[in-house]
């Protein structure tokens, strides 16, 4: 399940000093991500499992170093135990905060997250507009269930921290893939742009892929801001 631990990220988990568990595995296979050892079953063979009492005994060492820890992957939600390893977590260490990085593919493992409080903060990936969403996840159908996921999220009216977020690769998400997305996730809390990395892909022709020029994603979220009034943050790495 968990394939690796970092005890101190300062950029994962928005205003949290945070450390980070990385699930093997995901029911994705977008082309562009770079998460190739987390994802595909000959590269996740290579790396040892982690037990949950590992797990929390790492985050425990840490303690006096961060205040939170984020799941992320891969894909956590694949898992149907999520929810009762988390629940250890808030029981054996009450005062951190969770941050789930999902790609919404879940939303009834999800709905028991949220309504069981075990998580602070959930950030969910928007791959592309619903044309796209299957080419972007090589999955077909992909889209309804973060569809749900989106709705499950913006009718949540409990206190839960979140944002949506989309990696602006070309030939995945335009201009009008974004102006899209910005219409099904409108009075969202946060939209994150993030920039698209090419240094390792799961698709080898995404190497070949020049990122958009940082203009092109700035002019965006200017354009997010002022015409559909969205907490737009952009991420440049």
């Known amino acids: 399940m968990v394939k690796g631990f970092i005890g101190t990220s300062l950029i994962d988990y928005p205003g949290v000093i945070s450390g980070v568990l990385f699930f093997g595995g995901c029911n994705f296979r977008c082309p562009f991500c770079h998460n190739i050892d987390l994802v595909l079953p000959e590269r996740l063979r290579n790396l040892k499992d982690l037990t949950e009492d590992e797990c929390i005994e790492k985050i425990v060492k840490r303690t006096k170093f ?17 929810p009762i390893f988390l629940g250890k977590i808030k029981k054996l260490i009450p005062n951190i ?32 507009s619903p044309e796209k969403y299957d080419y972007a996840t090589s999955v077909n159908d992909s889209f309804s269930n973060v569809r749900e996921t989106i709705n499950l ?8 921290e979140y944002e949506f977020r989309t990696t602006v690769v070309p030939k995945i998400v ?20 993030q920039q698209f990395k090419n240094d390792e892909t799961i698709d ?31 991420r440049i790495y």
Do not use: H, W
């Open 66 to 82: 961060i205040d939170g820890v984020v799941v992320t992957g891969g894909e956590p939600t694949i898992y149907e135990n999520l």
């Open 97 to 128: 905060k969770i941050k789930l990085d999902t790609n919404g593919s879940s939303p009834g493992l999800l709905s028991k997250i949220l309504f069981e409080n075990l998580v602070d903060y959930v950030a969910v990936d928007v791959k592309s």
């Open 153 to 160: 999220i913006l009718s949540n009216k409990s206190s839960i």
């Open 174 to 193: 335009d201009r009008d893939d974004i102006l899209e997305i910005a219409n099904i996730i409108k009075g969202c809390k946060k939209y994150a742009l």
């Open 204 to 234: 080898p022709t995404f190497k070949d892929i020049s990122p958009y020029q940082v203009s092109f994603i700035e002019s965006m979220a200017e354009e997010l801001k002022k015409n559909y009034g969205l907490n737009v943050v952009t």
